[in-house]
């Protein structure tokens, strides 16, 4: 308890350092400056100050979460999710705590995702990447307790119902998130090479570059099967309006592709160069939620034995 009232009025104290620092009276921005993954501005303290980040601390149905594979649900109504893939272009930013693309596009350009679990279309509004500096880690979901060494997450906000992702993110079903973990494979990824060869340049916290004509379709796994749950974002405000699609194989890139996405920093002018270790939340509770999926495990247990290892059972029993 009382180390708890110490962290707290730490918590606070650093709260007003940022709101002196910058110069001005408590706004949101100072708090979305604020959050980070270490320490007494991480995943732990998100919710526990901010009022717009209670969802982080209060929140029963958080992401990300630990998929285990004996547990899903197969559902036979689950259809395959449908992708209208367009040439993507977008700004491509290193946010000091994640690798963003916010995606530019107009009229018919909108790529949107339907199907699947979905009962709207959703339009896909960012791109974003989670990891950490080692191998081992870095991914947000886990599949039995695993790690993959990055994740990429599709965001995308329901077009029928809101008029852009920042009022999606206040009402009902507002956000899908398309999750892919990516594994370290022999080869340059093509499709990825857009990304990394620009990193290079985007060594600091709030720099920019604009990403042309990026091959999503080619960045994707070749899948059908995917998990899926209600769930949150894994930021602040960690809004529970996301229909988590979490497909079952990873994608590969280069070791040094990997490398490349590493480079976050802490970003502040005396400490430019302090790497961040990782940029993913921990896994959050399940509290009683489902995880569907429309992998017909039992049809296909009888063809195929279960391998030693979980992690690549769901991953690689379906390679075709
Ligand atoms: C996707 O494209 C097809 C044509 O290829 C079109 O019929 C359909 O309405 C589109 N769906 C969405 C959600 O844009
Ligand atoms: C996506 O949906 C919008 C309507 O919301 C439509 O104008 C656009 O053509 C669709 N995009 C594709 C690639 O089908
Ligand atoms: C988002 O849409 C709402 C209306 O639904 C509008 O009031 C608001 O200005 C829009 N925000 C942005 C950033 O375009």
Not at 39 to 62: A, E
Not at 135 to 156: C, T, V, W, Y
Request: net charge positive.
């Amino acid at each position: 308890m009382r180390n708890y009232i110490i962290a707290y009025g730490v918590y606070i104290l650093t709260g007003l350092i940022l709101i002196l620092q910058t110069g001005i009276c408590y706004s949101k921005s100072v708090w979305d400056i604020w959050w980070n993954y270490e320490g007494i501005s991480g995943p732990q303290y998100w919710g526990v100050v901010n009022t717009d980040y209670v969802m982080c601390k209060k929140g029963r149905q958080q992401s990300p979460i630990n998929i285990e594979p004996s547990r899903l649900l197969y559902d036979p109504n689950l259809k395959h999710l449908k992708i209208n893939f367009t040439d993507v272009k977008g700004v491509l930013i290193n946010t000091g705590r994640d690798i963003s693309i916010e995606i530019q596009s107009t009229g018919y350009n909108h790529l949107n995702i339907s199907l699947g679990p979905l009962s709207y279309t959703y339009r896909l509004e960012e791109i974003k990447f989670h990891f950490a500096n080692k191998d081992q880690i870095g991914s947000e979901h886990r599949i039995n307790g695993k790690s993959f060494p990055a994740e990429m997450h599709l965001l995308a906000f329901n077009s029928d119902l809101y008029q852009n992702g920042t009022s999606a993110l206040k009402g009902v079903k507002g956000l899908a998130v398309i999750a892919v973990f990516i594994e370290i494979g022999k080869d340059i990824n093509k499709a990825f090479h857009l990304i990394s060869k620009e990193l290079k340049r985007l060594r600091y916290r709030g720099e920019r570059t604009m990403i042309h004509h990026l091959e999503l379709e080619k960045l994707l796994p070749k899948t059908e099967h995917y998990m899926t749950y209600e769930g949150s974002l894994t930021q602040p405000g960690c809004q529970e309006t996301v229909t988590w699609i979490v497909f079952n194989k990873p994608i590969k890139i280069a070791k040094e592709q990997l490398s490349a996405l590493r480079v976050l920093y802490d970003g502040r002018e005396n400490n430019p160069d302090l790497a961040e270790e990782i940029n993913s939340r921990p896994v959050m509770p399940l509290n009683h939620r489902v995880v569907r999926t429309n992998i017909n495990f039992r049809k296909r247990t009888r063809l195929c034995t279960m391998e030693k290892d979980m992690h690549y059972q769901v991953n690689s029993i379906y390679k075709k």
